[in-house]
């Protein structure tokens, strides 16, 4: 098994930026696909990135040239810089791992608590 815990949210005005933070452990990291993922009240769960095994990402065109994702397999850590918030993108932050590099939610094995990001206009 897997655990994911995450960290770095908060409240922020739009233009600004947050960088969230997921370790890991339980597993060695390197074999793992990681994901970040997003839920507004009243949306479903999308897709925000992902970073294969090598660090190779892909990203939701919402967020494309605004957020970053990242690992440090050396920490078992993943990241998402997030620059040029808006308040759209105001909703609970989820981290994932998994066996697969996809966009798919429910392709994710492990899961971690959320984290809320606030983006005031």
């Known amino acids: 098994q897997v655990q994911l815990v995450e960290s770095g949210g908060g409240l922020v005005q739009a233009g600004g930026s947050l960088r969230l933070s997921c370790a890991t452990s339980g597993r060695t990291f390197s074999s793992y696909a990681m994901a970040w993922f997003r839920q507004a009240p009243g949306k479903e769960r999308e897709f925000v990135a992902a970073v294969n095994w090598i660090g190779g990402n892909t990203y939701a065109d919402s967020v494309k040239g605004r957020f970053t994702i990242s690992r440090d397999n050396a920490k078992k850590t993943v990241y998402l810089q997030m620059n040029s918030l808006k308040p759209e993108d105001t909703a609970v932050y989820y981290c994932?791992?998994?066996?697969?590099?996809?966009?798919?939610?429910?392709?994710?094995?492990?899961w971690g608590q959320g984290t809320q990001v606030t983006v005031s206009s």
């Open positions: 994932a791992a998994g066996n697969r590099f996809t966009v798919l939610t429910k392709q994710y094995d492990y």
